[in-house]
């Protein structure tokens, strides 16, 4: 209804507005205008927006008024405002490399991939913190039980955190029972009576069983018996039975294994210098491992092996060789009807594996047999005789073969196992320049770090250390052993532990390219609760005892022979202090010692054979250690034994010469006496039989005891009773002396007197003290030594000049007793006016000694 309403409405204007056209006249002033229906919509469409514009409401006026106060222009505002426009691109849909819907669908799937696996590994770095950050707590919350019973119990294992070496896990050895038994040495409760054997850490366990060895090694190398000290740790790390496999390449038991075939306690190897018989040691490991891998092959697939009843080393490698060649076909070894498939030459790997294995004799066996090797035969045999130094002629023809083989390149068709052959002939030439060409142009020969390490050992040349110097014929520089160090110590050391979830593979890597002293530091610096550091003391006492710590500095740190003992000393130095702050002072012996040794070059130093320069350092190390262990409490008894100058004590495994020991005993009770530590210098040098000396040093501390007593120190008296009765028994031990000599006896004689005049005064003292003063001085007036006798005459001369130090330092106090004794007793006859006078008349003569002020004061005011 509304819209007929509407539609008659326009209808009616449309009429109006033809008959007002029709009655209109044309007029010049007004001529007529025709306007269409849309012309006529878009212009009341302008008129009506004019019209809204001049009606601006009155909200409006008041917004540019707010506008313009605050300094904004409403105009251009507005003119910006009609201006602006907001609009959905198509790229911001569909970015411009994704053009279609199926591109824009895998560009996200990627991206969302790509923030699922920063996800993933967030979430793993948290796992991973939250994971240690327990295991710290655990840790800690370890060690403060293990304080917490200390403090009740008193037979805690773990000592206070004081050094270094302590806070890095040796802090749990320092009660370890000692291995050797002493009736005169007490150490306190040992932790065997403590903890169980089944409780107790790793760190224990290798402590108490290391420590058996070290007792054992010095046992034996002071009595000049053999010892392999490599052997024996070994297997007593093996009978802990603690190594784990936990996805690790390399135990501490395969690294004992490598310092056995290191310093060859299993082998003898003649006409060779050190540094190639460790190379060779390196060697003969590796191969011994590979040995373990072709063996665990052989047994894992014993269909494809085929090895049957046959034992020989030969039959296992051509064993192994069935089971890695199984994809090329029939071997030459298994071929019974050659004409009708040609089978597959092995001879190449045969040689390879065998040498790689160590069976060097079959090695050689299968390269003379064979047509192809022919060549090669006598090569390798003079490789194999002279433990890899072959002549310049071999290595060159070696070289060309090698170069003809690098060449001709990897053809088409050409089975990829005659690779072996080109290791074979690196290997006998020892060129450098061939290696390096060999690594950087045939990628994929070596599948382990083991096998990469065996070829590069293998072709090391025993050269100067200056090896760009040696240039054989034809431009041929050998390859040695710095070159291979210098290559694997491009990388950093978590490449080699795959940033800590091996950590023993890196100083098993330094081990085998003979960087001793590198990989003893770096284990020496594993924290954890395995204990590496206490192996690394010990792997450093095998290499020190077979002397090569020198020929193994490695080349980043090239050291002098001293550098490197003195380095491996301070860390066996410092392992054995551990048990000295805990009182184990038999423990401390023995690792002091092994330090000592150390700095002798090992073995050599035992018996007197290293130079003169390693025998003064060891002796000087030797002496400072044992005065060490002498000042402790116990180790006089332990050193010396319960009499004597160590004839029956520890000391005589050490120092075997009587002069020797009198010469360190001495020098010790001097550094005793000057450290204040008088009773152990008293019993040192009555041991030694210097009872003059012991009665001096008893005399000094007997008058500084005595003017203590005078100053009012309350124990005084106990002290000085125990003086007088220790140089009693040195006069008594000197009487029965047999090796009393006469000017010892003037000595004793004067030193006696002293001691006895010391004790007249000090029964002066006593006399005083109790309130007896006429007793103390009649007693005053008896000393023989001082002109104070009111009867006798008086003397002039200097009394002084023939009196002992110690008692010079008395005579001050004993005045100033004398002065107050007078005070308190009545002079009936004058003699105490008389001793005045003496005394008087004594201290003007001997005003030029500088006693005391209070002295001079004293008797002015008496006289």
């Known amino acids: 209804m509304a819209n007929d309403v509407e539609m008659s409405g326009w209808s009616g204007l449309l009429n109006s507005s033809t008959k007002l056209l029709e009655q209109a006249a044309p007029s010049a002033q007004f001529p007529p205008l025709q306007r269409s229906l849309d012309q006529l919509e878009a212009l009341s469409t302008k008129l009506k927006t004019k019209t809204l514009r001049a009606e601006a409401p009155s909200q409006s006026i008041s917004a540019t008024r707010l506008l313009a106060r605050e300094g904004i222009n409403a105009e251009q505002l507005a003119r910006d405002l009609?201006?602006?426009?907001?609009?959905?691109?198509?790229?911001?849909?569909?970015?411009?490399?994704?053009?279609?819907?199926?591109?824009?669908?895998?560009?996200?799937?990627?991206?969302?991939?790509?923030?699922?696996?920063?996800?993933?590994?967030?979430?793993?770095?948290?796992?991973?913190?939250?994971?240690?950050?327990?295991?710290?707590?655990?840790?800690?919350?370890?060690?403060?039980?293990?304080?917490?019973?200390?403090?009740?119990?008193?037979?805690?294992?773990?000592?206070?955190?004081?050094?270094?070496?302590?806070?890095?896990?040796?802090?749990?050895?320092?009660?370890?029972?000692?291995?050797?038994?002493?009736?005169?040495?007490?150490?306190?409760?040992?932790?065997?009576?403590?903890?169980?054997?089944?409780?107790?850490?790793?760190?224990?366990?290798?402590?108490?069983?290391?420590?058996?060895?070290?007792?054992?090694?010095?046992?034996?190398?002071?009595?000049?018996?053999?010892?392999?000290?490599?052997?024996?740790?070994?297997?007593?790390?093996?009978?802990?039975?603690?190594?784990?496999?936990?996805?690790?390449?390399?135990?501490?038991?395969?690294?004992?294994?490598?310092?056995?075939?290191?310093?060859?306690?299993?082998?003898?190897?003649?006409?060779?210098?050190?540094?190639?018989?460790?190379?060779?040691?390196?060697?003969?490991?590796?191969?011994?491992?590979?040995?373990?891998?072709?063996?665990?092959?052989?047994?894992?697939?014993?269909?494809?092996?085929?090895?049957?009843?046959?034992?020989?080393?030969?039959?296992?490698?051509?064993a192994f060789l069935r089971v890695r060649l199984r994809d090329y076909g029939v071997l030459d070894f298994d071929a019974t009807d050659v004409r009708r498939q040609p089978p597959v030459d092995t001879t190449w790997q045969q040689i390879y594996f065998c040498l790689r294995t160590g069976y060097y004799d079959e090695a050689r066996s299968v390269a003379q047999s064979s047509r192809v090797a022919q060549h090669f035969a006598p090569q390798l045999a003079e490789w194999i005789s002279t433990g890899g130094a072959v002549s310049p002629e071999t290595a060159i023809s070696a070289s060309e073969e090698c170069e003809k083989m690098l060449r001709m390149g990897d053809r088409a068709g050409r089975p990829g196992y005659d690779r072996k052959r080109l290791l074979l002939y690196a290997i006998i030439s020892g060129c450098r320049r061939q290696i390096d060409r060999l690594l950087r142009d045939v990628p994929g020969l070596f599948t382990t770090i083991e096998d990469f390490l065996w070829f590069k050992l293998s072709a090391v040349r025993d050269c100067p250390a200056d090896s760009s110097s040696v240039v054989l014929s034809e431009g041929l520089v050998p390859y040695t052993l710095d070159d291979l160090q210098s290559y694997l110590n491009k990388y950093e050391p978590s490449y080699y532990t795959k940033n800590g979830k091996d950590p023993l593979v890196y100083p098993y890597v330094l081990l085998l390219s003979i960087q001793?002293?590198?990989?003893?530091?770096?284990?020496?610096?594993?924290?954890?609760?395995?204990?590496?550091?206490?192996?690394?003391?010990?792997?450093?006492?095998?290499?020190a005892d077979h002397g090569v710590l020198s020929e193994g500095s490695g080349t980043g740190q090239k050291m002098g022979i001293m550098d490197a003992c003195a380095e491996v000393a301070s860390i066996i130095r410092q392992y054995g202090s551990v048990f000295l702050r805990h009182g184990n002072l038999e423990l401390t012996l023995e690792y002091y010692a092994q330090a000592a040794a150390a700095m002798g070059g090992g073995e050599i130093s035992w018996i007197g054979r290293g130079n003169a320069d390693q025998q003064r350092q060891r002796s000087l190390m030797l002496r400072q250690l044992l005065t060490e262990i002498l000042l402790r409490d116990g180790g006089i008894p332990l050193l010396l034994g319960p009499r004597g100058t160590g004839d029956e004590g520890e000391l005589r495994k050490y120092m075997m010469d009587w002069r020797s020991r009198e010469q360190f005993l001495l020098e010790a009770a001097h550094q005793c006496q000057e450290a204040g530590l008088y009773e152990k210098s008293i019993e040192i040098y009555k041991r030694v039989g210097a009872f003059a000396t012991a009665l001096e040093t008893i005399n000094k501390c007997l008058s500084d005891a005595i003017c203590a007593m005078s100053r009012g120190r309350l124990d005084g008296d106990s002290r000085a009773a125990a003086l007088i009765y220790s140089g009693n028994d040195v006069l008594e031990t000197f009487k029965y002396s047999s090796e009393a000599r006469l000017q010892d006896k003037e000595l004793i004689s004067e030193q006696q007197t002293v001691l006895r005049q010391l004790e007249a005064i000090l029964f002066v003292h006593k006399l005083a003290r109790a309130g007896q003063y006429v007793d103390a001085l009649r007693e005053i007036t008896k000393l023989s030594f001082l002109p104070l006798n009111p009867r006798a005459p008086d003397v002039t001369a200097d009394v002084f000049r023939n009196l002992s130090p110690h008692v010079q330092a008395c005579v001050p106090d004993l005045l100033k007793i004398a002065l107050s004794c007078i005070d308190n007793v009545a002079d009936t006859d004058g003699t105490l006016r008389a001793l005045k006078s003496k005394i008087a008349n004594f201290v003007a003569n001997n005003m030029t000694r500088n006693w005391p002020q209070d002295l001079y004061e004293k008797i002015a005011r008496s006289i």
């Open 82 to 318: 009609k201006s602006f426009e907001l609009k959905t691109t198509f790229e911001d849909v569909f970015p411009s490399e994704a053009t279609t819907v199926e591109e824009y669908l895998q560009q996200v799937v990627h991206e969302m991939a790509m923030i699922s696996a920063i996800q993933e590994a967030q979430k793993d770095n948290l796992r991973s913190f939250n994971d240690y950050m327990m295991k710290v707590l655990e840790d800690d919350w370890q060690k403060e039980k293990r304080d917490f019973l200390q403090s009740l119990s008193r037979i805690s294992t773990l000592p206070r955190k004081n050094s270094s070496l302590m806070s890095s896990g040796l802090s749990r050895i320092g009660q370890v029972p000692s291995p050797i038994s002493s009736p005169q040495v007490s150490t306190g409760p040992s932790v065997m009576e403590i903890v169980p054997a089944g409780n107790k850490s790793i760190i224990e366990k290798k402590t108490s069983v290391y420590a058996e060895i070290v007792k054992n090694l010095n046992d034996a190398r002071g009595r000049g018996l053999p010892f392999k000290p490599a052997t024996a740790f070994r297997f007593a790390y093996e009978s802990l039975s603690i190594d784990a496999a936990g996805g690790r390449s390399v135990t501490m038991q395969k690294i004992w294994h490598l310092i056995q075939t290191l310093v060859g306690e299993d082998s003898n190897q003649r006409n060779v210098s050190r540094k190639m018989s460790l190379v060779i040691g390196a060697r003969r490991h590796l191969e011994w491992g590979h040995e373990k891998y072709l063996l665990e092959t052989i047994q894992s697939h014993p269909a494809q092996a085929a090895l049957g009843g046959a034992v020989g080393n030969l039959q296992k490698v051509r």
């Open 516 to 543: 001793l002293l590198p990989a003893i530091l770096y284990l020496s610096k594993e924290v954890g609760e395995e204990g590496y550091n206490i192996d690394a003391v010990h792997i450093s006492i095998v290499l």
